[in-house]
């Protein structure tokens, strides 16, 4: 897709082509069954998650075939974004300022490209934490194959397994409150696929540049 | 066995040979462990390979099949010579001092045989094998028949001291004397530091004279099956005899028989030539009752100054009363208590030379019941052939086994199939749940037991269908008559349902009872006509009792079925348990245990008192019933060995005991892989003959036969039964070999890859265990390995039909060399080649 | 013994307190297997098959006197028969009856997360409630003795249950009873320690086996399984009894630090991002017209 492909009428932006929503989805899908079901496993207390989802068998049966799911679908966006997700010189200045990023103070914020180094770290962690989870996830499917004295696997699994699963929750966490309440308009985007051009001028202003070939105000 | 599972408990000591009853006794075993338990008693396993057995024993001697002559008469020689024996015991209570007849010749004497030997007719003339003392003139042979063998004395000359060069001990002595250590090493292949920590850890009991402690034996088929099997027992008796064990609580000579029922069978005249108690069977020489009667009754031979029971010389009494009990009122003392009925035995009927005259065409046809004939007979292909040519075979089973189905086995082709005219019966017949009726265990304890479940269609009963087959043959003599139907329309058949006789019925008849009015003379005691007797001593000669086997009675009397009592109780905690089912004779638990007490009738051991002389009775008095004469006071000196003509235990066996020599010499087995190193000239046993047929052939080294080979069963089978149980398939779930791992690596064979064993007579093919449990030996400077196939397998069973197995039968190696006493066949120890399929 | 003996007192995977959590333990029952007189006859695996009414499974010959490599969740009790070369050259034949050894710290209870699969009893005894399992297996992960084993059918882990249901009823378990030599004893933790450490102190003594000792790990809290060894000091000879199991620190971790850690660390994001969202609000806050903006294309 050329820059000039992206630029819709009525000042909209295309952000996200169809099988990039399509594979975020699935991802995100099969990522939620994942996590309520996990939740299940993981504590008594969440056990009630799994009774709503079918009972405690059926949240076992389909765990790792959704994880499978996800894993295809995390798999998917490497070879779709990882180039894009490559860390760059910005990114350094980005994490320097991340406190005004916190604070909301976005135009003392270096200029982002189409990601941002924080989505660039949400990108990698679920690539990391997924070939880790998928991992682990497959010794847990079939501890019983695992010969006895490989058992060490076994014993890593447990504990890589809900770690990584924790790792992904908090980035999950962000990424829900970044997209759905911080950043309006990235939700409709990857819903829809496109945004304003107000919205990829404030946060994404590289972009921007690299899509209309216009600068940007200047920094004050 | 002389004592008894529950005895075992009683014991110091144990070495077991020739069998490995933790694999094959397993709930019996129970009782050595208790010993280990409670008396921290001592195990020595000797076993070809380091068996279930050897697990738990305390030492262990891997031992060449079939040596086990030269093993225990190294033991003997270690315990002379390091005077670990029971010289008070030996003395008083076994022929150690009587003095044997001057023509008598040991084999390092005379060539490697005993004296009498006659080359060409493979026999001995044991005339010489006889006691010095005073003679009664040997009578002329009748008829052109060879001289029958002289009597013993009536007095027999004895040195109390042992040192007559000619008496038995010093006999002993010097026979045994050959076997040292070295020898015993270079024929076992047990190295010497080995064999002489097993001699003196058994020989230990009778360490500084010590009579305290006790030592058992305990054997089973390991032993038996060989072409000298009676005289390995024999060894192991002359053993316990020198170490005083004989008689004791804990001690004896033990046979653990590999069936429930074996012992019951034996008791019953399982073998040809004995009638049901070991009665002699008639032989055409008998010309009359009284003619057998003389010869088969022994009169007591002894020094002057002993007695004898002599008990066997009650066998008019046990012998009219059975004739009594078969043909009721058609035994009379007219007609000699029917002695014409009785088939003469004329030669050997034993089971190898009834399938080899199977083989032969001499019998035409058989009735096999409770066996599986082709699978547990030596050299199957010769049995396969030999009904091949039988006219009918009746099969009463309860599976489709490989006996009923032989014209199916592995290499009959379609034609051959076609050629093979032979009408097969199979029956199907009840299981041992399916039945009741009593079992008489390894300790001679008989007990009842009840059908448990109901036979499934149309099984019979084997009663019921030889009764039926009994009743029909009747018929037809009565219809048609024959040449000489007496003895089958005369026979007593007097049971309440005669087409289904019961067992307690049965049983009934063996115990026995009175004919007419009966009183003992000494008790005053009487019983009436028609009631059971008590017990033999009340068995009579004159026809007025009745007996279906002299040694079973008392074992259903008028108190009722004396098997079926269950009173678990054993106040002496020796493990008599006198209220639980029946042993033979007269509920004794441990045969001669007079012997359990010194001459002056005190227990060897005040801790383990078995029976005693009391003397304000004037009695014989114990925890155990006394086999003894109740009122024979001990300085009358009787001797304990009851049984025997001399009253005393026999290290040295006279005249016709054995056909083989009155002392075990060691012969090699009919394969071997060396030449005996006692004499090379006269290397196996000399009497043995082997058959001469087309599928009676014999390997040896020279040939490739060069591993020695032996056969064993597994705790996870039994016999060729389970096969069919898909229980103990899971178990164990295919055949297999067991080798040494040396012998697997220089083969280049690993466990579970496929191995094929042949013999001079057939093959085997099966996966390879190979295991450290068996090392490669050196036998006579030669090295030498052994392996060990169990035998449970066939072409019938659940592995077979899923073409999990070769279909192959163990017995397809083995040969039929049989021992010349017992008639067994040699299946423990014979040569093989092994190659990788 | 009555049912009481049956009181649960810890549940595996439970929210909330346990029902029989503070009953009274009469006494905890123990089965004694001294291995010293095991002669290997597998009447105790008989005995489990037949009373449990497990259904036959196929085996295949394999070098063994064993009737299999391991346990299977339908054989439940196997004797592993181990060849030892001692240092004199003589020869031991290890038979070990293996089976559930009823941890008095069990692994797979720490290690299951389905409510109510995985009980232990106030007699000791570890059951697994099929019922209730959901086939994650994570009981196998946390046994140190590679005992719970899968149905691959129907996907619930089964293992020996000491009969419980025996037991419950005053009996002995199926295998003891089954057992020829008496080398299988059963009765309360206290007595059969006595009676194992009587016969190690019998082997030790009167027997070649100066090393004869109890197997009684501490690593689980103690087993309801204890064996009499010829050698105390290689458990490891006897078909991998491990010398000193404990339920895996991964297992412990996992079910301890990390689940306090991960909980409080995901309340915690929660609360700090929606007091993030009440102090600072959405990044577009000064610009109304943004969304609709978008809205109106």
């Known amino acids: 897709m050329s820059p000039s492909d992206q630029i819709l009428p009525h000042g909209r932006i295309l952000r996200y082509a169809f099988h990039e929503r399509l594979t975020h989805w699935i991802a995100a899908g099969s990522y939620i069954y994942l996590l309520l079901t996990g939740l299940a496993f993981w504590s008594p207390w969440c056990i009630w998650l799994a009774v709503i989802l079918g009972g405690g068998q059926v949240s076992r049966m389909l765990h790792p075939w959704a994880g499978l799911i996800f894993t295809g ?21 980005w994490w320097d300022s991340i406190g005004y990023y916190i604070r909301n103070e976005d135009d003392k914020m270096p200029a982002a490209g189409r990601y941002n180094a924080g989505q660039k770290l949400l990108f990698w962690g679920f690539i990391t934490c997924g ?70 001028k404030r946060y994404h202003p590289r972009w921007y540049e690299e899509i209309t070939g216009q600068a940007t105000s200047p920094k004050k | 066995m002389t004592n008894g599972w529950i005895d075992i408990k009683n014991t110091d000591m144990m070495l077991i040979m020739g069998g490995n009853p933790a694999e094959n006794h397993p709930c019996g075993f129970k009782w050595a462990i208790e010993a280990k338990r409670t008396r921290n008693a001592k195990l020595i396993s000797v076993d070809p390979r380091f068996t279930r057995t050897s697990s738990v024993a305390d030492h262990f001697c891997q031992i060449r099949a079939g040596t086990d002559i030269a093993f225990l008469g190294g033991v003997i020689n270690y315990a002379i010579e390091n005077n670990r024996y029971a010289k008070d015991y030996i003395i008083n209570y076994t022929n150690a001092a009587f003095v044997v007849d001057g023509g008598f010749k040991l084999p390092s004497d005379t060539d490697g045989v005993f004296s009498g030997f006659d080359a060409e007719k493979q026999s001995y003339n044991r005339a010489s094998w006889n006691y010095a003392g005073g003679k009664s003139a040997p009578s002329a042979g009748q008829n052109g028949a060879p001289p029958p063998l002289p009597p013993l004395p009536e007095k027999v000359d004895f040195d109390p001291s042992l040192q007559n060069p000619n008496c038995v001990f010093q006999l002993l002595k010097k026979h045994y004397s050959r076997y040292t250590p070295e020898m015993v090493e270079r024929v076992t292949g047990i190295p010497k530091e080995q064999f002489v920590k097993a001699a003196d850890l058994y020989t230990s009991i009778r360490k500084d004279g010590d009579m305290k402690k006790a030592g058992t034996i305990i054997y089973a088929v390991g032993w038996t099956q060989h072409s000298f099997g009676t005289q390995i027992i024999r060894t192991a008796a002359m053993l316990q005899l020198l170490l005083g064990n004989v008689g004791r609580a804990g001690g004896g000579v033990n046979a653990l028989r590999g069936h429930s029922n074996i012992q019951g069978a034996t008791d019953m005249a399982g073998l040809y030539d004995s009638l049901p108690g070991y009665l002699k069977v008639p032989t055409p020489a008998d010309a009359s009752f009284e003619a057998w009667m003389k010869r088969i009754t022994p009169t007591s031979s002894k020094p002057a100054q002993w007695e004898s029971f002599n008990y066997w010389s009650n066998t008019p009494k046990f012998m009219v009363s059975l004739m009594k009990m078969m043909y009721g009122d058609g035994a009379t003392k007219q007609n000699e208590w029917a002695f014409d009925y009785l088939p003469k035995v004329d030669r050997d009927y034993s089971w190898v030379n009834l399938w080899n005259n199977m083989y032969n065409g001499v019998v035409k046809g058989l009735l096999t019941f409770g066996m599986n004939g082709v699978a547990i007979g030596p050299d199957s292909k010769k049995n396969i052939d030999a009904l091949k040519k039988t006219e009918f075979l009746v099969v009463g089973e309860i599976y489709a086994d490989e006996t009923s189905e032989f014209w199916k086995s592995p290499g009959v082709t379609q034609d051959e199939m076609k050629q093979i005219q032979t009408t097969v019966y199979r029956l199907p017949c009840a299981g041992f749940a399916e039945k009741d009726g009593s079992f008489t265990n390894s300790a001679r304890w008989l007990v009842w037991k ?287 070999i067991e080798m040494a791992a040396e012998m697997a690596d220089e083969m280049g064979i690993r466990g579970g890859e496929r191995v094929k064993v042949s013999s001079a007579r057939g093959e085997y093919v099966a996966k390879a265990m190979v295991t450290k449990r068996i090392k490669p030996m050196m036998i006579d400077g030669k090295k030498t390995y052994q392996i060990g196939i169990p035998f449970h397998w066939g072409y019938r069973g659940i592995a077979e039909d899923e073409g999990k197995t070769s279909r192959m039968l163990t017995n397809a190696l083995t040969s039929t060399i049989i021992d010349p006493n017992a008639h067994t066949p040699e299946f423990k120890g014979f040569l093989v080649k092994v190659e990788k399929v | 013994m009555s049912q009481a003996t049956l009181r649960v007192q810890k549940i595996s ?37 037949e009373w449990n009414d497990l259904p036959f499974g196929e085996t295949v010959f394999d070098n063994t006197y064993q009737t299999m490599p391991e346990t299977r969740w339908n054989y439940w009790n196997l004797i592993l028969f181990n060849e030892h070369e001692k240092e004199d050259g003589s020869l031991m034949w290890l038979m070990r009856k293996n089976q559930c050894m009823h941890c ?61 249901d025996r037991v419950s009823e005053g009996l002995e378990p199926a295998c003891i009873k089954s057992c020829p030599t008496g080398c299988l004893h059963f009765g309360s933790k206290d007595d059969m320690k006595d009676l194992a450490e009587k016969r190690a102190r019998q082997l030790r003594e009167h027997y070649d086996f100066p090393q004869a000792g109890v197997y009684d790990p501490a690593g689980v809290g103690g087993t309801g399984v204890v064996y009499v060894l010829h050698d105390a000091t290689k458990p490891e000879l006897y078909g991998g009894l491990p010398a000193d ?39 577009d806050r000064d610009d109304e017209n943004i969304n609709t903006e978008g809205g109106k294309s």
């Open chain 3, 13 to 49: 995977g439970h929210a909330g307190p346990v029902a029989g959590e503070d009953a009274q333990r009469e006494f905890t029952v123990c089965k004694l297997i001294d291995t010293t007189t095991c002669i290997g006859c597998k009447a105790c695996e008989v005995a489990c098959m």
């Open chain 1, 131 to 200: 070939v880790l989870l998928l991992l682990s996830g497959v010794i847990l499917w079939f501890p019983e194959y695992v010969p006895w004295n490989l058992r060490f696997l076994r014993y890593l699994a447990v504990l890589i397994h809900p770690a990584a699963a924790l790792l992904t929750i908090g980035l999950f966490l962000i990424h829900i409150y970044m997209s759905v309440f911080a950043e309006r308009g990235a939700f409709g985007s990857i819903i829809r696929g496109d945004v304003s051009l107000t919205f990829a």
């Open chain 2, 450 to 736: 009840n059908t448990a479940v109901p036979t499934p269609g149309d099984a019979r009963l084997d009663q019921a269908i030889l009764a039926q087959i009994f009743l029909r043959v009747r018929e037809l003599y009565k219809k048609d008559g024959g040449k000489f139907p007496d003895p089958i329309l005369k026979l007593s058949w007097s049971y309440t349902d005669p087409m289904n006789p019961s067992l307690a019925e049965v049983l009934k008849e063996l115990n026995g009872k009175a004919l007419a009015d009966l009183e003992d003379p000494a008790t005053k005691v009487q019983i009436k006509k028609g009631q059971q007797v008590p017990g033999f001593g009340w068995l009579k000669d004159d026809g007025t009792t009745a007996c279906g086997n002299w040694l079973y009675s008392g074992s259903y009397t008028e108190a009722g079925n004396q098997t079926a009592r269950r009173d678990p109780s054993d106040p002496s905690d020796m493990g008599v348990h006198a209220g639980w089912g029946w042993s033979w004779p007269a509920n004794r638990r441990v045969l001669y245990n007079r012997a359990s007490c010194d001459v002056d009738g005190k227990p060897w051991d005040a801790s383990r008192k078995q029976v005693w002389w009391n003397e304000g009775l004037e009695k014989w008095v114990g925890n155990d019933v006394p086999d003894f004469k109740a009122d024979s006071k001990p300085k009358d000196h009787m001797g304990p060995f009851i049984m025997n003509p001399e009253g005393v235990g026999r290290i040295f066996a006279p005249l016709a005991a054995f056909a083989d020599g009155p002392f075990p010499e060691y012969y090699e087995p009919f394969e071997s892989p060396i030449q005996n190193p006692f004499h090379p000239e006269q290397s196996t046993n000399p009497v043995v003959k082997a058959f001469k047929t087309a599928d009676d052939k014999l390997g040896t080294s020279k040939d490739g036969f060069n591993v020695v080979c032996t056969t064993f069963r597994l705790t996870e089978h039994y016999h060729y039964w389970t096969k069919n149980n898909p229980m103990n398939v899971q178990l164990v779930p295919e055949p297999f």
């Open chain 3, 245 to 283: 199991p404990h339920v895996p620190w991964s297992v412990k971790l996992w079910k301890g630090p990390l689940k306090w850690l991960g909980n409080v660390a995901m309340v915690g994001g929660l609360i700090g991002l929606f007091v993030h969202y009440l102090r600072f609000g959405p990044k």
């Open chain 1, 73 to 93: 679908a995390v798999l998917k966006m490497y070879s779709m974004w990882s180039t894009q997700m490559r860390s760059t010189e910005a990114d350094k200045k």
């Open chain 3, 104 to 164: 008095a710290e069990p692994g797979c209870l720490a290690a299951c997360p389905a409510d109510g699969a995985i009980v232990q009893y106030a007699n000791g005894i570890v059951d697994f409630q099929q019922a209730n399992c959901i086939g994650c297996g994570y009981c196998i992960t946390g046994c140190p003795f590679d005992i719970p084993k899968m149905n691959p059918k129907t996907n619930r882990v089964f293992k020996c249950t000491l009969c419980s």
